[in-house]
């Protein structure tokens, strides 16, 4: 068994949900407010969901306190973590609409440091009641003001399409975390994903930033795959993760298990680098 510490859960201040703009600022700049990324990209077979269930499962080990969001009605990164899909009779869908409070659906997972916020297809009809709500773009925002402060990282696991529920993550989030799978068409692709960023800072979310990108389904053994890395780190630079995701069949196999790949086997090329990527995310993130 992993040597996780039991830590209790510290309390939110009172109030810090209507500090001023300022405050709110400092608050984030020293670690005391959690940090919410989404993980986008337009084009499906890319890693997202994956890096979704596995790099949040790494901050957890790392004893950070995550909150893993499924913002996709096919609900896969619900069952990566363990959660029965259809399993959990409140989800996200019911927060969206109204129903509930986000502190209401929250359900534990096989990693103390790590709780997640379940999806199922029922989210398809989400988009359709956020067409006719005065605040379409920002419910998931709204949702995740009482529970920010609680966790240090909070990971949006969004769809495979540039949609409203999308348009939601992005409003809500501090940052986008990009996966760029090492093929040539999906370096073509991510325009569309830096465009609709680029639409969400001028109308809703100026402060929105981009975490950095990810490459994802690295085989060694390609050359072009070593062309889509240059070509990647040359055009987008520091943006650019150090931590490449590489092709690993632990890491494929472990959705099947429900376990991310850290529990089903820690020893794999998978768990490694996304252990890797956690640390990087965790070094990047640091504040004095």
């Not at 259809?86 to 989800?91: A, H, Q, V, Y």
């Not at 869908?93 to 440091?113: M, N, P």
Request: charged letters at 25%; aromatic letters at 6%.
């Amino acid at each position: 068994m992993l040597p996780w510490k039991f830590l209790a859960m510290g309390r939110r201040a009172p109030g810090v949900g209507n500090l001023p703009l300022h405050l709110l600022r400092i608050f984030k700049m020293f670690n005391l407010m959690g940090k919410t990324i989404s993980i986008a990209n337009q084009k499906g077979g890319v890693g997202k969901t994956t890096t979704a269930v596995n790099l949040s499962a790494s901050l957890a080990v790392a004893e950070k306190k995550v909150l893993l969001v499924d913002f996709d009605p096919q609900g896969n990164a619900t069952s990566g973590v363990g959660l029965v899909k259809g399993g959990p009779k409140e989800t996200i869908y019911d927060v969206i609409i109204g129903q509930r409070r986000l502190h209401d659906v929250i359900c534990d997972t096989e990693i103390a440091f790590l709780k997640a916020v379940p999806a199922t297809v029922d989210l398809i009809g989400a988009e359709v009641e956020l067409m006719e709500a005065d605040n379409k773009e920002s419910g998931l925002k709204e949702a995740l003001r009482g529970i920010v402060d609680d966790f240090e990282y909070i990971l949006v696991d969004c769809p495979p399409s540039l949609n409203l529920l999308t348009v939601n993550a992005l409003t809500a989030s501090d940052s986008v975390l990009i996966p760029l799978q090492c093929e040539y068409y999906a370096l073509e692709g991510i325009s569309e994903i830096l465009r609709t960023i680029e639409l969400i800072r001028e109308s809703l979310n100026p402060n929105l930033a981009i975490e950095g990108i990810l490459l994802t389904m690295f085989d060694p053994r390609n050359n072009l795959a070593h062309q889509v890395v240059e070509e990647a780190k040359n055009h987008f630079s520091d943006e650019v993760f150090e931590t490449i995701i590489h092709r690993n069949v632990r890491l494929s196999e472990s959705p099947s298990f429900g376990r991310p790949v850290i529990l089903y086997d820690i020893l794999s090329k998978g768990a490694v680098n996304y252990m890797d990527l956690a640390k990087e995310l965790i070094h990047k993130n640091k504040r004095p």
